[in-house]
Every structure is written in C-alpha cells, then in structure tokens.
C-alpha cells in the first residue's frame, strides 16, 4: 500500500517570502500522480497543483510550483510571494494510474502567513 | 464553473440514528469519492462509484452503504451513529479517465 509522509507539521513564512513544504511517499509502481490540495479555516479542498509520474518537467503554477524527484520519491511545494490567503492546511496527495483510484493523503502542514 | 454539491452541509444527530448524506458531480462526471476526515486527521477515503457501481472500498463501517444513482449523484446512508462518526465527510467526482477529484464542500456531522 502506498503512504504518503509530511514531515512538517507546522510551517510559518513571512508575507511576500518563499516556503517549501516536504513531501515524501512510498510506492512500488512506476506511473502514478500526485497532488497538492489547499485546506483554509473554511475546509474546503482546493486543488493547488498537480504532477504526472512520467513527466520530468516539474509543474508551476503562478506562484506555486513542485520540486519532484522521482527516484527520491519526494514532491516538494514551494510557495513564492507568499500571501496572508496562503494561510492553510496543505495536504500532498498520491493517486495511482489506474482509473478510478481513491487519494492517499499526507498528514498535513499547516502554513500560517506572518503580516 | 459547476462544482460537486453535497447536501445537506451541517448535520446534527443523535447516537443510534440514521444520516443520509447526498453528493451531486460534477456534470458528466461519472466517478464519486467520499471520504471521511475527522477533527486535526488528513481525508481518509471511504467508497467510490464508477458509471454507478462500486469501484472500490476503503475504510468504511458496515453500518455505512452507499450507492450512485442513474443520474450519477450518491448517497451515503450512516446507521447506528456513534460519537466516533463526528467528522467532515468529503464528496469528490472526476471525469472518466480523469486523474483529478474535484471535491465539494463536504458534509459537517456532528453525532451528540
């Protein structure tokens, strides 16, 4: 079975700075995607970015983008001019391939914005 | 853009009823998940449906069924409530051969 890890419980970044949130995970298989959700007081799950296995290229948007290492099996998220809105729970999230597979999520890092 | 509606959004209940949680997808969005995340924890997957069959199951109760219907929303049917069952509980849908779920605002059941 896959697990994802996020070793950071609790980030704080200074507005307009850059933070990056670890993620690590575990799997045997070789195509797969993973995921960034964005979790504010509200609760809702909001989708900050996404990754496929078998691309190189990291993927970037606006200011969110992901250092993804492979064969480390790590799926960074660095988050640049970073804004009081950032303030959240991130989640990192592992999907197989295969269709219809359910997430796996990461514990969570809570990212709070300092003004 | 049309995003997933679950309903009803707060639900109080006592222990040993029954709740009836209901999920529409996105249009033409075939494949629904729910999942279960309770206070401080990360979303915990529960079931999912595929063109109206079940597709897979996770870490739900047997006091808990579900099923998607020919209109492609689901229902999440909670029996014999306990306190224990006090989460938020999450609907997602994708499209077919859609990596991506799209999650709705979920469902705040708070058992007394």
């Known amino acids: 079975a896959q697990t994802v890890t996020q070793s950071q419980p609790e980030m704080s970044v200074q507005e307009a700075e850059t933070v990056t949130l670890s993620c690590t995970y575990d799997?045997?298989?070789?195509?797969?995607?993973l995921f960034w959700y964005k979790q504010p007081p509200s609760r809702q799950m909001i989708l900050v970015i996404r990754?496929?296995?078998?691309?190189?290229q990291n993927a970037t948007e606006n200011r969110f983008s992901v250092n993804f290492q492979k064969a480390a099996k790590s799926f960074s998220l660095k988050i640049s001019d970073s804004q009081l809105g950032d303030a959240a729970m991130y989640f990192c999230?592992?999907?197989?391939?295969?269709?219809?597979?359910?997430?796996?999520f990461g514990p969570g890092t809570r990212l709070s914005v300092l003004p | 853009a049309a995003g997933v509606i679950q309903s009803p959004r707060h639900l109080i209940k006592e222990k040993r009823e029954t709740a009836t949680l209901k999920c529409y997808p996105i249009?033409?969005?075939?494949?629904v998940y729910w999942y279960q995340q309770g206070p401080g924890q990360d979303p915990q997957f529960l079931i999912s449906?595929?063109?109206?069959?079940?597709?897979d199951k996770g870490s739900i109760p047997d006091r808990f069924s579900a099923q998607q219907f020919s209109d492609y929303h689901s229902e999440l049917n909670m029996s014999s409530l306990e306190l224990g069952d006090s989460a938020l509980y999450f609907c997602?849908?994708?499209?077919?051969?859609?990596?991506?779920?799209?999650f709705g605002p979920g469902t705040r059941l708070l058992v007394l």
């Open positions: 999230a592992y999907r197989s391939a295969d269709y219809g597979q359910n997430f796996v």
């Open positions: 990754q496929e296995a078998y691309k190189q």
């Open positions: 249009p033409r969005h075939d494949t």
């Open positions: 449906f595929y063109e109206k069959m079940q597709s």
């Open positions: 997602a849908s994708s499209r077919t051969g859609g990596e991506t779920q799209y």
């Open positions: 799997t045997s298989e070789s195509d797969y995607y």
